[in-house]
Structure formats: structure tokens, C-alpha cells
T-cell receptor, first 115, second 114 residues
Framework: DGGITQSPKYLFRKEGQNVTLSCEQN?????MYWYRQDPGQGLRLIYYSQIVNDFQKGDIAEGYSVSREKKESFPLTVTSAQKNPTAFYLC??????????????FGPGTRLTVT | GNSVTQMEGPVTLSEEAFLTINCTYT??????LFWYVQYPGEGLQLLLKATKADDKGSNKGFEATYRKETTSFHLEKGSVQVSDSAVYFCALSVGAGNNRKLIWGLGTSLAVNP
């Protein structure tokens, strides 16, 4: 089955530590996205990547970093500079954004808790 | 600027009741419109979409019509079930080419009681 996997489902870290969230897709999609979801705030875009080895900041990129070395993978690192990292993180992908109606497909999410 | 406004929740209904969740938008041009659903503890799933004015998207008994004159894309279902309890997000696509992105509403929580 094609889809997007995120691991782990739950992640716990101590304040001051960097942590990397995994996102893998086998849909052969060109573009990938990271969102953060907080209660009552909807989805906020962190970073996105249209092609391998290229990515752009979204609306709330401060304190986060990403890489896109392979088409299938788009890991997100939450650094110690992120002031309020506890949240639900969602990875998504889409076909070439220049084509079609542009729906995005989502993974199951990772809930990160930093104490 | 571009924006999406959804009715505030939570919405609480009894099983078999009629559902409407309002969504209005502000955008230039002709965006595509989407409804996504998020079940507790899960990611979002695309529920339905419409790409041009007067299009009706439908899936699993849910419907929404792209109304350009009222800039709306209200979600409806004739008879809800307990299993429809979830958060529903309205979204629109803006931009062109590689600058396209989705603008999200804040979500509307629906609880259906047996």
C-alpha cells in the first residue's frame, strides 16, 4: 500500500535536546511538507520541499531544520532553539504542485512532548 | 490576503441528524477548495474537493458545493453517524506553479451522540 509513514507516534525529550522526526513516502510524490498542529490553531506550515536538495521556509520555521536528500524522505529536526516544541507534527506530500488540483496527503503524525 | 473561515465548534448532534459546517473564503483568482477530516489521534484525510465554481464534491455521504458568488464551500451530510465524530478542516489552494500552498481553516470539531 502506498502512503506516508511517520515515526515514532509518540516522542518524549528533555528540554535543550534536539530531536529528529522521520517522514517517508512511497507515493512517488515530488513535494513534501511539515506542519505543526496545536489545539485551536489549525495547521501551520513549518517547511516544504518541491524537489530533492531544495526546501523553503514556511510560516513558522524558526527553531526547526529539514533536509531532502532523497525523494522519499523529509526528516524534521526540532532544535533546542524552538521555544515551545510540544505539539503534534504532521508530514504531508503532494504531486508536482504545478499540476492538478493540488491535494496533499498526510501521515499519521508524531506527538512530541518536551519537558 | 487569502484566508479561510470556518464555523466554530464544537458541534454536537444526535445520530441521523443533518449536518452543516460553514466555510467561507477570501482569495484572488480561482482556488481549488477542499475538506479534510481528522479522527482522534490521526493525521488528516482528504474528504472531498472542488476545483471550479459550481462543482460539487462528494464522498461517504458528505457533499460541498463551490459557490463563487458567496465565496463559500459549506460541508453537508444528510444523516450523521457516531463514526463521523472528528475534526473537519476546510482549505483552499492559492498561488501558481511551485508557489502553490494550502490555506487552512481552524477546524470544526463534530461530536455525534448515539
Amino acid at each position: 500500500d502506498g502512503g506516508i509513514t511517520q515515526s515514532p507516534k509518540y516522542l518524549f525529550r528533555k528540554e535543550g535536546q534536539n530531536v529528529t522526526l522521520s517522514c517517508e513516502q512511497n507515493l512517488n510524490h515530488d513535494a513534501m511538507y511539515w506542519y505543526r498542529q496545536d489545539p485551536g490553531q489549525g495547521l501551520r506550515l513549518i517547511y516544504y520541499s518541491q524537489i530533492v536538495n531544495d526546501f523553503q521556509k514556511g510560516d513558522i520555521a524558526e527553531g526547526y531544520s529539514v533536509s531532502r536528500e532523497k525523494k522519499e524522505s523529509f526528516p524534521l529536526t526540532v532544535t533546542s532553539a524552538q521555544k515551545n516544541p510540544t505539539a503534534f507534527y504532521l508530514c504531508a506530500s503532494s504531486i508536482d504542485p504545478g499540476q492538478g488540483p493540488y491535494e496533499q496527503y498526510f501521515g499519521p503524525g508524531t506527538r512530541l512532548t518536551v519537558t | 490576503g487569502n484566508s479561510v473561515t470556518q464555523m466554530e465548534g464544537p458541534v454536537t448532534l444526535s445520530e441521523e441528524a443533518f449536518l452543516t459546517i460553514n466555510c467561507t473564503y477570501t482569495a484572488t483568482g480561482y482556488p481549488s477548495l477542499f475538506w479534510y477530516v481528522q479522527y482522534p489521534g490521526e493525521g488528516l484525510q482528504l474528504l472531498l474537493k472542488a476545483t471550479k465554481a459550481d462543482d460539487k464534491g462528494s464522498n461517504k455521504g458528505f457533499e460541498a458545493t463551490y459557490r463563487k458568488e458567496t465565496t463559500s464551500f459549506h460541508l453537508e451530510k444528510g444523516s450523521v453517524q457516531v463514526s463521523d465524530s472528528a475534526v473537519y478542516f476546510c482549505a483552499l489552494s492559492v498561488g501558481a506553479g511551485n508557489n502553490r500552498k494550502l490555506i487552512w481553516g481552524l477546524g470544526t470539531s463534530l461530536a455525534v451522540n448515539p
